[in-house]
């Protein structure tokens, strides 16, 4: 069954020219979990906006479980636990009351709600929070407040923007082993934005990569990766002040000062190696293409 069906939706906010999302078309199924990924500005908040029916589309349409995101109001915050980036619904109550109240407007009874306020506070591990004022909260606290509202009355539908974002290793753990638990436990159907690519590839059943407001690939991991799958990725760590020759026909990526990204093709990184001079390295790490390689490939060079 197909959960959501976006068809030549077109999105250009007032007062500018380029559409913030240009045609695009999008399939998600029951029980997906799906990542977007592209740059700042490629239009992937524009575009769950709309699906969760914040945004007025421009043209186009965009339909939830076969009916318009638009028919009726209150279907889309029935089915879809949506967390935004930011959310000032929240700041006047605390963490227990901000869990209790959206699990009471989702349907289940004081009693029910209340329990789902204590099974929330001890699955996403913050407790110790439930009587602080939303407000007050770090932006990691606030992050996974967040993302246990999206979550609360067990919504089949999950649109998470930036889930990971101000969290630390720990607590980026923590939310990825919470939504594989959801989705294969519950079945639950689950779209996120993230910048992190790497972490992504964990999780992810299918990714959608995004460029300047398009589509620009669309499909499983291991099928998008057939353009880059002879590659390997060379990762080289030097003082930034003294990078390292390489050979003419390999053009570095610079992933921050003193650190490159170099793909090779498989038959030439033995050769690659041995010609690198040591003396101008601190580290380097050679590994096959990742989910991060196929983002670059299809978001910058497509």
Excluded at 177 to 190: A, D, M
Excluded at 199 to 221: H, L, N, S
Excluded at 242 to 263: C, E, K, Y
Aim: charged letters at 25%; aromatic letters at 6%; hydrophobic letters at 40%.
């Amino acid at each position: 069954m197909l959960v959501y069906r976006v068809q030549d939706l077109v999105k250009v906010y007032p007062g500018q020219r380029e559409a913030a999302n240009d045609h695009i078309g999008l399939e998600v199924g029951e029980g997906e979990v799906l990542g977007i990924l592209g740059d700042n500005g490629a239009g992937k908040t524009t575009l769950v906006r709309q699906m969760v029916n914040l945004l007025r589309s421009t043209s186009g349409r965009i339909e939830l479980y076969g009916e318009p995101v638009g028919r009726d109001p209150l279907r889309v915050p029935r089915l879809v636990g949506y967390m935004p980036q930011e959310s000032r619904a929240l700041n006047n109550l605390t963490v227990g009351e901000a869990l209790y109240f959206t699990a009471h407007l989702r349907g289940l009874s004081r009693r029910d709600a209340q329990a789902e306020r204590e099974r929330l506070l001890e699955l996403w591990e913050i407790g110790p929070l439930c009587d602080q004022i939303s407000n007050r909260l770090s932006g990691g606290q606030g992050r996974l407040l967040r993302l246990a509202v999206a979550t609360a009355g067990a919504p089949p539908v999950l649109v998470l923007d930036e889930p990971t974002n101000d969290l630390d290793p720990q607590r980026r753990r923590l939310v990825w082993n919470v939504l594989c638990r959801i989705n294969q436990e519950r079945g639950s159907t689950i779209l996120f934005i993230t910048h992190d690519a790497i972490e992504a590839e964990k999780v992810v059943q299918r990714v959608a990569i995004m460029r300047r407001g398009q589509m620009a690939a669309v499909g499983r991991p291991s099928e998008l990766k057939r353009l880059v799958d002879r590659k390997l990725r060379l990762e080289l760590f030097f003082p930034p002040d003294a990078p390292p020759p390489l050979p003419p026909h390999l053009a570095p990526r610079q992933l921050q000062p003193g650190r490159w990204l170099v793909l090779l093709d498989r038959d030439e990184a033995l050769r690659v190696l041995a010609d690198l001079d040591q003396d101008h390295l601190d580290d380097w790490r050679l590994y096959s293409a990742t989910l991060e390689d196929l983002y670059l490939h299809y978001a910058q060079d497509a």
